[in-house]
């Protein structure tokens, strides 16, 4: 059985920074793009970060750039995503999600329906 398992969420104030963690089991994903998109409440899931299937690649969102980093680590199956200067905007479920037909990015990245796997998503808070 295939999962993804999101952790690292929490509580945290205006300008800290948290370390998301997505491992994966039940399959290697070491060749597959990895992605994070997040959920606020009342509003549609939207994408966050995606890196290719060796780390050489990464793309933003525009609200994230600047501040937030995707990193992967294919030797423990897992993908982190680093939160730095996070804002009230930035609260939301977080959520990990792999594509199993690629390794490369391609031009629709920021599609959720790209992606086969999802995580349950770890909560993220950010008080002003």
């Known amino acids: 059985q295939v999962q993804l398992v999101e952790s690292g969420g929490g509580l945290v104030q205006a300008g800290g920074s948290l370390r998301l963690s997505c491992a994966a089991s039940g399959r290697t994903f070491s060749s597959s793009v990895m992605a994070w998109f997040r959920q606020a409440p009342g509003k549609e899931r939207e994408f966050v970060a995606v890196i290719n299937w060796n780390g050489g690649y990464t793309y933003y969102a525009d609200s994230v750039k600047g501040r937030f980093t995707i990193s992967r680590d294919s030797t423990r199956n897992t993908v982190y995503l680093q939160m730095n200067s996070l804002k009230p905007g930035d609260t939301a479920v977080y959520y990990c999600?792999?594509?199993?037909?690629?390794?490369?990015?391609?031009?629709?990245?920021?599609?959720?329906?790209?992606?086969?796997?999802w995580g349950q998503g770890t909560q993220v808070t950010v008080s002003s």
């Open positions: 999600a792999a594509d199993r037909n690629r390794g490369k990015i391609g031009a629709d990245y920021y599609t959720i329906k790209n992606y086969d796997y």
